[in-house]
């Protein structure tokens, strides 16, 4: 490492040692999993160079940005609005929360049984390693599920800007009156941070460029409905978990470009892997940046993941932002009407979840179902049983597991898995 990104580092307040563990993991892991595939596009190399560089020239890029006057905020939920942020001038980053960190300091401040995700982002505060976190002007929390409420309530004692936004949990006239409000109320919230007000061109822009970066995962997921797969689900994947803090043009451009290769290999009839392999679509909880292990024992057990239902993934892109509006309060209503078609299982009742999944299903030709919940997760484990008595109904296979984010299942998960791929063939 630089001399000039260990001062960054410093100056962020990173522990140094603490991060170097990190990155020897992230690194160590991406070698394994990611460089270890065979028959990659080419494409996938700016994202090779995105990894190797994550905590490097991104986090440079985003310093640089602040110098400049920009702000930065970071948030954990896809409810947070990229299009206000970008619209004030500033700029949105997802915080990853997707490995285990100072976990003995995490459990003094929640209980041991608390979701992988949540403690994931305790761990890279309280052990002093995301640069993503601690160069955010604002941290944005969100009312979702029980556990992050209340977990957003110490992190507070942890972090001087977290700001907490309050989401429906159900999908009625009052439900969709409160995400108006409670996007005014961050819109206001950001102008302030910014001192930039948000007129009808900025807004304007704002939703055609993060239009822009969702119509490229689209494009690049309709591709996955080829067989021989013309990409892995594990390249997929990382494409999607980038998506979350790339800058938008560079990342749509990357996307697009991967696209046109794609669609060469399709032509072609070349794949990751031989046609007829099991094809494989994921539903769940998200799996944030390093959290690649679900995908690696797929993929690595004689299936190809051809679609993720998830926030890092389609539930998160699948939605445009109608940008025809000539108003602020036009597009206002665009973006709320944007998200809450969101279908997350903290809402109640979720049906349009259950539907989606089988739309996906067809779409993507998956032979099966594997449902990916963290432990602890309530909405998405309850969630589960009407999701695999639906699949059922219709003979589509279905898998619910259960997991965190430690590697102490990875035997026992591939035995069931390999098992769930032998009854596809
Ligand atoms: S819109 S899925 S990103 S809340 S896994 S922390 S639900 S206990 S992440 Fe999510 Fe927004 Fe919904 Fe998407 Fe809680 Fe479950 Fe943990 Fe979760």
Redesign the pocket.
């Known amino acids: 490492m630089s001399d000039d990104y260990k001062r960054m580092w410093e100056a962020l307040g990173l522990d140094l040692a603490a991060h170097d563990a990190l990155l020897g993991v992230l690194g160590k892991a991406y070698q394994d999993i990611y460089l270890s595939q065979k028959h990659r596009p080419e494409g996938m190399g700016y994202f090779d160079f995105v990894m190797s560089e994550v905590h490097g020239l991104r986090i440079k890029e985003l310093l640089d940005e602040k110098e400049a006057g920009r702000k930065i905020i970071g948030s ?4 947070v609005p990229e299009e206000i942020v970008l619209a004030a001038n500033a700029t949105l980053v997802g915080l990853c929360s997707g490995a285990d960190f100072a976990m003995e300091e995490v459990e003094k401040l929640l209980p041991r049984n608390t ?1 992988a ?2 403690k994931s982002s305790f761990g890279f505060k309280l052990g002093k390693v995301c640069p993503y976190l601690e160069s955010a002007d604002m941290i944005v929390g ?1 009312n ?2 029980d ?2 409420k209340k977990a957003y309530e110490s992190l507070n004692s942890l972090v001087k800007n977290l700001y907490v936004m309050d989401l429906p949990q159900v999908k009625s006239e009052q439900g969709r009156a409160l995400l108006r409000a409670e996007y005014d109320r961050f819109k206001a919230a950001v102008e302030r941070l910014t001192g930039v007000s948000i007129t009808a061109e900025s807004l304007k822009q704002a939703i055609q460029s993060v239009n822009a970066k969702r119509a490229a995962i689209q494009r690049l997921s309709s591709l996955r409905k080829a067989d021989p797969a013309p990409i892995s689900g594990l390249d997929a994947l990382l494409a999607n978990q980038v998506f979350f803090y790339d800058n938008p043009a560079r990342f749509t451009e990357s996307v697009n470009k991967i696209c046109d290769e794609l669609e060469k290999r399709i032509e072609q009839e070349k794949g990751v892997f031989p046609q007829k392999t099991p094809r494989i679509l994921v539903s769940g ?2 799996q944030a940046v390093p959290n690649w292990k679900l995908p690696f024992i797929v993929e690595t057990s004689g299936a190809v993941i051809v679609g993720e239902e998830s ?1 890092v993934g389609e ?2 892109t699948r939605n445009l932002t109608d940008d025809t509006g000539k108003t602020v309060e036009d597009m206002m209503e665009a973006i709320v009407d944007r998200y809450y078609k ?1 279908d ?3 809402f109640t009742p979720n049906p349009e979840r259950l539907d989606h999944i089988q739309e996906m299903v067809a779409a993507y030709r998956a032979d099966g179902v594997i449902h990916y919940g ?1 432990q ?5 484990l309850m969630e589960s049983m009407p999701v695999e008595k639906a699949l059922e109904e219709k003979n589509i296979p279905c898998l619910r597991i259960e997991t965190d984010y430690s590697m102490e299942d990875v035997g026992q998960l591939k035995t069931r898995i390999e098992a769930f791929i032998e009854q596809l063939r």
């Open positions: 954990y939920c896809v409810f979701c995700l949540i969100e979702t599920c556990g992050k909880c998200p926030c539930r998160g969101v997350c299982a903290i963290l602890f997760c309530q909405p998405y």
